[in-house]
């Protein structure tokens, strides 16, 4: 019997594209495949801005940086087989970042499954190990409902990635279903015994700090935890990567724990006897090496404060758990009253001046181009809103130490590592902000990896500017080399192009900057083109680090050896 209240029937690719509509989403990022046409058509008529890339990878992290931007999920689209595995980083970055990102996947038809039909893959196979979730649409009128669970896995808990794949004829055939309603993630709230606990500790501490990382945040709750802050003179790091979560101008910041870290903040760290870790993980990178802390059970006291139960207790026993995603524990945190005295009011100001004293413009290390003078010109000159983009590579250590990143929404930058990163990702910001400047760094090996996508830029007129820094190898690994290998040089010499006429063939502004003093001129005009931009900035291959350089690391190693 008909159900005559039932919705008039839609294909498999439209009830997709509604839905998706119905979450609210209005970007998505793709590479076209024959396997997923009838999305692309619904695509045709619908209020979603879509962004044609290069190449998956390109695609996905786009989607990440948007996601990490709006705090929904970023959505790409790719097709089976290559076009998965290309997607294969974005999904590594957002399950490493705690980033909630949709990857859709065109999928061969159902009849064919298992025969190894035309790129056809196992996809819960393939993402098993780093999405959240792995699903494949078997019928058109299961779309709402599997739509639906997608977006709670990507955004509830710790955030993370979810791969669905689209059987290409599940897509065209036609069902009489209704959308699902718009999801709003549950925020894991505190319980209140807890925020006592928390109040009595933090009352008892002598020498307290917080760190901040992780994902789930929105600006809101970084503005709540800032207020937290001021109201127990709490000094306040971040962790690697995560500098957005707190203004870098603020009286209370101290700086970033992550490659490389300030010495006394390290320091500081180590010989705290409280230590507020809210959202993050204390990963390899931010904990030196799983070194900071004591594993399993920490020196300091600590209170570890996760939306994923799993993460509690993962690595570190705290000594106190909090289960809470960052936006409900920010918020619970007006409830918390400071002592009357506080004793570590000075401890905060000491570290506030370790921290301005470690981000002082210094000298020049080289005749060549200078990145300290090259960012520290950045963060005096350009506004508050300014989104600053980074991939791997030892040239994201200048940013990473004399940025100053004001706050949320400011920085997007993988905690995974994954080199190419910065350009895609600059692109999806602009494509989300075109109005606030987005600048992109990256180092020669890095941007080559993405840097296809400079023609997406160029594609909608989103003029990023690209800094792109280049010593000419992959100098990272030449300074593992050198430490472990002094004076082998192997497999990691880079010929490169000329990356200003690479921009220019593009259609965007490119310019070689060979001195300092030229740079702020070149930036300005990268400015005024109205163009997606490249300035190539030819660094002294030597100056590897912000705090040494290649001979000293290969003559320190060789005379370790010679002992
Ligand atoms: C996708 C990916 N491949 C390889 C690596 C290993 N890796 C880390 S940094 C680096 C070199 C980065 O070179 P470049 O972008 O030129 O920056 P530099 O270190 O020279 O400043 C490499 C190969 C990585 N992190 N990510
Ligand atoms: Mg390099």
Redesign the pocket.
């Known amino acids: 019997m008909n159900n005559i209240s039932s919705p008039p029937p839609r294909t498999g690719g439209a009830i997709l594209v509604d839905g998706l509509v119905a979450q609210g989403v209005d970007q998505i990022f793709c590479v076209p495949g024959e396997s997923y046409l009838a999305v692309l058509d619904a695509l045709y008529d619908a209020k979603i801005t879509v962004t044609v890339c290069r190449q998956e990878g390109g695609a996905g992290m786009m989607a990440d940086a948007c996601a990490r931007l709006t705090g929904r999920p970023g959505i790409a689209f790719v097709t089976r087989g290559p076009g998965a595995t290309n997607a294969a980083?974005a999904v590594h970055i957002a399950e490493h970042d705690s980033v909630p990102l949709i990857l859709f996947i065109g999928q061969v038809e159902r009849g064919m499954r298992g025969r190894g039909a035309f790129q056809e893959m196992d996809y819960g196979a393939l993402f098993g190990s780093t999405a959240k979730w792995v699903c494949e649409i078997d019928r058109a009128e299961r779309i709402p409902e599997i739509l639906a669970r997608a977006f709670r896995t990507a955004l509830q808990g710790r955030p993370g990635p979810v791969v669905l794949a689209l059987p290409e004829d599940m897509l065209t055939e036609t069902a009489g279903v209704a959308d699902a309603p718009r999801v709003v993630p549950v925020q894991t709230w505190p319980g209140l015994t807890q925020m006592a606990a928390l109040q009595k500790q933090l009352w008892a501490a002598r020498r307290p700090i917080a760190i901040l990382g992780g994902g789930g945040w929105n600006e809101a709750a970084t503005q709540s935890f800032a207020r937290f802050a001021e109201r127990f003179a709490l000094p306040v790091a971040t962790s690697f990567r995560r500098a957005m979560l707190f203004d870098a101008d603020h009286r209370h910041y101290v700086g970033e724990i992550g490659i490389g870290p300030n010495p006394t903040l390290k320091h500081r760290i180590e010989t705290a006897d409280l230590v507020l870790l809210c959202g993050g993980r204390m990963a390899e990178m931010p904990s030196q090496g799983y070194s900071l802390f004591a594993i399993p059970v920490p020196q300091q006291k600590l209170v570890h404060v996760h939306a994923g139960a799993e993460e509690l207790g993962r690595v570190y026993q705290p000594s106190l758990a909090i289960h809470a995603s960052p936006q409900a524990f920010a918020a619970s945190l007006e409830s918390l009253q400071p002592p009357q005295t506080i004793v570590w009011a000075a401890e905060t100001a000491a570290a506030r001046a370790a921290y301005e004293a470690w981000t002082e413009r210094r000298p020049a290390a080289s005749t060549r181009i200078d990145l300290v003078e090259v960012v520290c010109w950045l963060r005096d000159n350009l506004p508050k809103e300014t989104i600053f983009t980074n991939?791997?590579?030892?040239?994201?250590a200048w940013p990473g130490r004399f940025l100053r990143y004001r706050g949320w929404g400011t920085q997007i930058a993988p905690t995974s590592?994954?080199?190419?990163y910065g350009v895609p990702a600059a692109v999806g910001a602009k494509r989300l902000f075109p109005e606030r400047p987005v600048i992109a760094f990256?180092?020669?090996?890095?941007?080559l990896?993405n840097g296809q996508e400079f023609a997406t830029a160029v594609q909608y007129g989103l003029a990023i500017i690209v800094i792109l820094?280049?010593?000419g190898?992959?100098?990272?690994?030449?300074?593992h080399q050198e430490r472990h290998y002094p004076g082998r040089v192997s497999a990691t010499r880079?010929e490169n192009p000329d990356f200003a006429a690479y921009a220019r063939a593009f259609g965007g502004h490119g310019e070689s900057v060979e001195r300092t003093e030229d740079f702020a001129a070149a930036f300005r005009r990268a400015e005024a083109s109205g163009k997606p931009a490249i300035l190539h900035l030819k660094i002294d291959p030597e100056t590897i680090t912000p705090m040494t350089t290649l001979s000293e690391i290969r003559r320190q190693a060789e005379a370790a050896r010679s002992v």
């Open positions: 980083p991939g791997a590579g030892n040239y994201a590592g994954s080199m190419g990256a180092g020669d090996g890095c941007f990896m820094i280049d010593n190898m992959y100098g990272t690994i030449r300074m880079l």
